[in-house]
């Protein structure tokens, strides 16, 4: 059973680098069908995605913070990470780490990550 | 503002059935049928419900069920059972450049 999981600081002050890595269980990501993705939720608010990426390293990224995220993967490790610099406290959110289906396109987010909570202060 | 509109709140009774609407634009949910619906119980990661306008996952009870009709896509639940309440985001794919786009949520109250 496939399982994905968060890890990271909880705490990141203002201007700094927020960084994050999904560990990949219970399968390969490796696999042609799916792409990685993150998303994250400010607290009492909607969902956002950040972006996504291929096991080739490809990458899809949401313009509105394109300039400030990396999303990479280390195959050998069965990881994926993010990171978004230059953090404000708007960034404080549960940041969610899942697989996204592709037919086409990455389509659906099918598994996800428990979350994890990273508050921007100083 | 999120790019796909969502009633911010629906109820219904137990056993009752409800609708939530999910309205985009002809470049997200007209345009294509990768709609998916997702639901989110408070202090826990969202669930795939629907993928592909009307797709179950394995595990989704058939009391759950997708839609589309023009810029507006739909989840039914019938038969509402207590543990539906939640909130429920729809999502769709889009050809801008944004990729993906999510609607602001809307939470389901079971009476």
């Known amino acids: 059973q496939l399982q994905l999981q968060e890890s990271g600081p909880g705490l990141v002050k203002p201007s700094e680098t927020l960084s994050l890595t999904c560990t990949v269980s219970g399968g390969s990501i490796s696999s042609s069908s799916y792409y990685w993705g993150w998303i994250r939720q400010p607290p009492g608010k909607g969902l956002e995605w950040i972006g996504s990426?291929?096991?080739?390293?490809?990458?899809y990224y949401n313009p509105s913070l394109k300039s400030r995220v990396t999303i990479s993967v280390d195959t050998s490790k069965n990881q994926f990470s993010l990171k978004l610099s230059s953090v404000t406290a708007a960034d404080t959110a549960v940041y969610y780490c899942?697989?996204?289906?592709?037919?086409?396109?990455?389509?659906?987010?099918?598994?996800w990550g428990q979350g994890t909570m990273v508050t921007v202060s100083s | 503002q999120s790019a796909l509109t969502q009633p911010a709140s629906v109820s219904g009774s137990p056993g009752q059935s409800i609708t939530i609407s999910c309205t985009g634009t002809s470049s997200d949910v007209g345009g294509y049928n990768y709609v998916s619906w997702y639901q989110q119980h408070p202090g826990k990661a969202p669930k795939l419900m629907i993928y592909?306008?009307?797709n179950r996952p394995s595990g989704v009870p058939d009391r759950f069920s997708g839609s589309k009709s023009g810029n507006t896509a739909s989840l039914t639940i019938s038969g509402l059972q207590a543990e539906d309440e939640a909130d429920y985001y729809c999502s769709s794919y889009t050809s801008s450049s944004t990729l993906v786009v999510f609607g602001g949520g809307t939470k389901l109250t079971v009476l």
């Open positions: 990426i291929y096991y080739s390293g490809s990458t």
């Open positions: 592909e306008v009307s």
């Open positions: 899942a697989r996204h289906m592709i037919v086409v396109v990455p389509i659906a987010f099918d598994i």
